[in-house]
C-alpha cells in the first residue's frame, strides 16, 4: 500500500468565470514539515487552501490529506486539518477561555476533556493570565495566539496557516514562529502562506512560488536562491600586491583597489569555494577574509514573477 505524504494535490485546476487561478498545480508535503506557499497579489494562494480544506472544490485534480482522498472521504479530512485564516475569528463577546471552549465543544471533546485540553492550550500558548478577559482587550500578538490555539483544540495533523503574522510587530512575529517550528517538532504538517519572505526562509523545508496559476519554482531557500544569478565570492586582501596577483590567478573578477577586495563569481557552494581558494594557495597569494555573497528570495521573488517583494505590495489576496 502506497504511504501517502501529509498534503499532496495534483493537477489542481480552478477557475472563476472566465478567470483561471489555478492551472494544474502539483503540491507534495511530508508529514512533519513546513511547507510555504509565495505568490504576488492575486496569484491563487488562498484558493489552493481553500481547496485543500474542503471549503471550495477544485475544477479538477486530486487531493490527498493525511492518507484520505479529500473528494471520497471529505469528513475524515476536515477531522484532520486546522485552518488559521489572515484575520482572527475569534469571538469577542467570549472570554479567551470561553472561545478555547466553545471550539472543544465543537470537536465534540467532551466537557471534561474539553475543559483540560483549554487550559493546556491556555497555559502553552502563555495565554493564561488573560484567560478570563475578552479578546477585544489583547493585543494583536494574544488574538493571533489565541486564534492558532483555537485551531489546534481538535489536535490537527495537518494545519493551514494562511498569512498567520500579518500585522504582527517583531516580537509577536518571532513569538509565532518559535510556535510554528514546535508544532512541526511535535510532527504537525504546516503549509504556510505569507507575504513575507523572510518568514519563508526562517521557516520553511519547502518553498513553492505560485505566479498566474502555475509553480514557477519549488525548493528549499538554499535552491531557489541558486537559480539566480549574482552570487560571488568577495576576497579582501593585505595590499595591492596580493590584490593584483590574485586577479591574475582568478581571471574575471571585479577588482576593488580602495577596499582591497576582489569578487568572483560563484554560486557559493563549498566545493567551488573550496576550488577557488586552491588555486590562490597553488600560486602562492594569501587573502585576509572570504565571504559569500548569494541571491536572497527577494531577488529570486522578483526574478520568477517581475512583481516586487510581496511584504512591500500590502497583499490583500481574494482568489
Known amino acids: 500500500m502506497k504511504i501517502r505524504p ?33 505568490g504576488p497579489n492575486g496569484a491563487g494562494k488562498t484558493t489552493a487552501v481553500k481547496i485543500m480544506s474542503s471549503l471550495i472544490p477544485a475544477d479538477s485534480g486530486e487531493v490527498w490529506i493525511d492518507g484520505h482522498d479529500l473528494a471520497t472521504d471529505p469528513n475524515f ?72 490555539a483555537m485551531t489546534l483544540v481538535g489536535d490537527p495533523r495537518v494545519i493551514f496557516l494562511d498569512e498567520p503574522t500579518t500585522g504582527l510587530d517583531p516580537r509577536s512575529r518571532r513569538t509565532m514562529w518559535e510556535i510554528i517550528r514546535g508544532l512541526a517538532a511535535d ?18 523545508d519547502r518553498i513553492a512560488v505560485l505566479d498566474n496559476g502555475k509553480l514557477v519554482a519549488q525548493g528549499t531557500a538554499a535552491q531557489l536562491k541558486q537559480l539566480i544569478p ?52 597553488d600560486a602562492r597569494v594569501e587573502n585576509a577574509s572570504l565571504a559569500v555573497h548569494t541571491p536572497d528570495l527577494d531577488d529570486v521573488f522578483f526574478a520568477l514573477t517581475g512583481h516586487p517583494t510581496l511584504d512591500t505590495q500590502q497583499e490583500k489576496e481574494t482568489v
Do not use: C, W
Request: glycine share 10%.
Open 230 to 281: 549574482g552570487g560571488h565570492v568577495e576576497l579582501r586582501f593585505a595590499d595591492t600586491l596580493a590584490l593584483r596577483a590574485a586577479a591574475r590567478v582568478l581571471d574575471g573578477g571585479r577588482v576593488d583597489e580602495a577596499a582591497l577586495t576582489l569578487q568572483v563569481p560563484s554560486d557559493g557552494d563549498v566545493a567551488s569555494v573550496r576550488a577557488l581558494l586552491d588555486r590562490l594557495r
Open 77 to 148: 479530512v476536515r477531522a484532520s486539518i486546522g485552518v488559521t485564516g489572515q484575520f482572527s475569528a475569534v469571538d469577542d463577546m467570549l472570554t479567551g477561555r470561553e472561545n478555547l471552549r466553545l471550539m472543544a465543544e465543537l470537536n465534540h471533546l467532551g466537557k471534561r476533556e474539553g475543559r483540560r485540553r483549554a487550559e493546556d492550550l491556555l497555559e502553552r500558548f502563555d495565554l493564561a493570565e488573560a484567560a478570563k478577559k475578552s479578546p477585544a482587550q489583547y493585543s494583536g500578538g494574544m488574538r493571533r495566539r489565541l486564534d492558532l
Open 187 to 204: 510532527g504537525v504538517t504546516i503549509f504556510l502562506t505569507t507575504q513575507y519572505l523572510d518568514e519563508a526562509d526562517e521557516l520553511a
Open 6 to 38: 501529509a498534503i499532496e494535490a495534483t493537477g489542481l485546476r480552478k477557475s472563476f468565470g472566465d478567470k483561471l487561478v489555478l492551472d494544474g498545480i502539483d503540491i507534495v508535503v511530508p508529514a512533519g514539515s513546513i511547507y510555504s506557499l509565495l
